[in-house]
């Protein structure tokens, strides 16, 4: 951060060096066409550039502009917005408590099985061939699909969900890259789609979380580690092989997060009115969920390439998030 300050400050000097040599050539072909321009005058037509200029630096770190604030504003919205199980709690029309106390013994351990299978094949996609080219869906078409494959899912309780599970995260992961593209992203970047399946952790907030340390940034901490290892692994490499050290990392880290909000998902297919057409409603809100922190976290990490990450951190901690 300390060298992007000292970029950005350079940046600054130079700019304002330019504007003076403008100032000076516009003196000069204004002597030789005999007009009268005072310094004074020359000083005052140049300063209301060096102002704008100044404004948007402060402290060595670049001020976003309106627009980049409202979409900032947007993304913060999308990413701390009610939490996953408060909208199951409202597609069910009871307490995701209920759900939990029908789930089957030793579901916990069947659920974090299924969680990292599904992550593990999800990895598996994000190397091999999230970056192909492929034509890209529209979110609807992923939802669609994740809609169908929470139907089938859903008429067999629980054991339809560990089936379910890695369909529907794939196809998941599918609809994330494409968010990630159109929001700026080079998907044929490594670093890119271990982005993309940074959405399963930052997306599996739960309602008893800390905020301070279940909020965005904190998250992002929190995975930046296994996330680098991860990507300096597969950048050697460039296939994903489960048993290495670095990617069980990286898978259960994501896993710790997203075990929640699958358990979060189990508990509302248990409640006994919803079968198979319950089992769709709830993958409609669980893709859905999970599309709205993708569309949060890509603009975010636009505006940290346009910005640098401590000028949108700060922004962002300063902004209601309403």
């Known amino acids: 951060m300390i060298l992007l300050e000292l970029v950005v400050v350079l940046a600054l000097v130079i700019v304002i060096v330019v504007v003076i040599v403008i100032v000076i050539v516009i ?3 204004a002597s030789l066409l005999s007009l009268s321009l005072s310094p004074p005058l020359l000083v005052s037509l140049s300063y209301p550039l060096l102002v704008v200029l100044v404004l948007r630096v402060q402290n060595g770190i670049m001020q976003l502009t309106e627009e980049d604030l409202r979409d900032l504003q947007g993304a913060k919205w999308l990413l701390e917005r009610p939490s996953l199980a408060a909208r199951l709690a409202d597609t069910v029309g009871a307490p995701l408590e209920r759900g939990f106390g029908l789930l089957p013994e030793k579901w916990a351990a069947t659920i974090h099985k299924a969680v990292n299978e599904s992550l593990i094949r999800a990895l598996n996609v994000a190397v091999k061939s999230l970056g192909d080219g492929s034509r890209r869906r529209s979110e609807r078409f992923h939802r669609f699909a994740v809609l169908a494959s929470g139907a089938a899912g859903g008429a067999f309780g629980l054991a339809g969900l560990v089936v379910e599970l890695p369909v529907s ?3 998941m992961l599918r609809s994330i890259a494409d968010i990630a593209q159109r ?29 301070a340390e279940a909020g965005y940034f904190a998250m992002r901490a929190a995975l930046a580690k296994s996330v680098s290892e991860a990507a300096r692994y597969l950048a050697g490499r460039g296939v994903a092989e489960t048993g290495a050290p670095a990617l069980v990392r990286l898978v259960s880290s994501i896993a710790a997060r997203f075990g929640m909000a699958v358990s979060e998902k189990a508990a509302a297919m248990a409640v006994p009115v919803l079968g198979a057409a319950g089992g769709a409603a709830v993958n409609g809100i669980f893709i859905s969920h999970f599309q709205d922190v993708a569309h949060g976290h890509f603009i975010i990490r636009g505006l940290e390439r346009k910005y640098g990450q401590e000028a949108v951190l700060q922004q962002y901690s300063l902004l209601s998030g309403e």
């Open 169 to 171: 995260t794939v196809l």
């Open 183 to 211: 929001r700026g992203e080079d998907i044929n970047g490594i670093e890119a789609r271990l982005a993309c399946l940074e959405v399963f952790a930052l997306g599996g907030r739960s309602a008893q979380d800390d905020a």
């Open 27 to 29: 003196g000069f072909f």
